[in-house]
């Protein structure tokens, strides 16, 4: 498919002119692919109600297309939809300005229940091995205020938190690969975790973080990483709650 800036006459919101549009420089989807992309996340939101918050980090395409096929409150995917769910996966982002490293070749990605560990109270999984040592050290290093707040995320959940990411900057891919990896891009698919302060809600995913004690003591440890520095090569937003095993 053509990625291609909208016209006027197609903008999403009312308030942003074709002009806009030229000086900016983005990457919009077209009329047809954002209504596609809207109908999209909307089923995508279905099936994580469906199958769990916890469960929606795991589970593979097949079996989100198997829970769309025979659960009514879901329906069928569309062909339209796996259509641009195949090419949000296999397209080349640099056209958008990341320029991350790609971390799943396999869009139905399988993780093994056996491969992972649920961390009590917080939804999410981690990998076993490195990713789970790192998180306890972590705990008993910063201290119980710290949260995981993201851990495992297979292919699904990654699409799903990117086509709602699209759909909440109108259709611009540009805007939205800033904020968030595409479905085969993110390292949560085979290591990285996020953390967070207990009781900070969604200020832990902004750069106030940083300016938090855990963050301090983070900085100090060794053991771990930081993905995504400040204006870093793969053109992602600074991401101070972002962990790197390493």
């Known amino acids: 498919m053509n990625r291609r800036h909208f016209l006027a006459t197609l903008a999403i919101t009312p308030i942003i002119t074709s002009d806009l549009f030229a000086l900016s420089g983005d990457v919009y989807l077209s009329r047809h692919e954002f209504a596609t992309l ?3 996340n909307a089923r995508l939101i279905r099936v994580k109600r469906y199958v769990g918050y916890a ?5 593979s395409f097949n079996q989100a297309f198997y ?4 659960y009514s409150a879901i329906g069928r995917f569309s062909n339209d939809e796996k259509l641009l769910i195949d090419r949000l996966f296999n397209e080349d982002p640099n056209d958008y300005g990341f320029y991350g490293t790609k971390t799943c070749d396999n869009m139905n990605n399988i993780i093994s229940r056996k491969d992972v560990v649920k961390i009590p109270r917080t939804g999410h999984f981690l990998f076993k091995g ?4 790192d998180y306890a050290n972590m705990i008993d290093d910063i201290g119980n205020t710290l949260i995981l707040t993201s851990g495992v995320r ?3 959940k ?6 709602n990411k699209i759909y909440r900057c109108h259709g611009n891919m540009t805007k939205a690969t800033i904020s968030i990896a595409p479905p085969a891009y993110s390292y949560h698919t085979v290591s990285d975790f996020d953390v967070g302060r207990k009781g900070w809600g969604y200020k832990n995913f902004t750069a106030d973080f940083a300016h938090t ?8 440890l060794e053991y771990i990483g930081m993905r995504y520095v400040k204006n870093n090569k793969d053109g992602v937003r600074f991401e101070p709650w972002h962990v790197e095993v390493i």
């Open 67 to 70: 829970y769309g096929r025979n």
């Open 154 to 156: 297979n292919v699904v």
């Open 158 to 163: 990654q699409m799903s938190l990117y086509t």
């Open 55 to 59: 469960n929606f980090n795991l589970i």
């Open 213 to 220: 004690t855990e963050f301090v003591k983070m900085k100090k």
């Open 38 to 40: 809207k109908s999209l």
């Open 130 to 133: 490195k990713a789970q040592n």
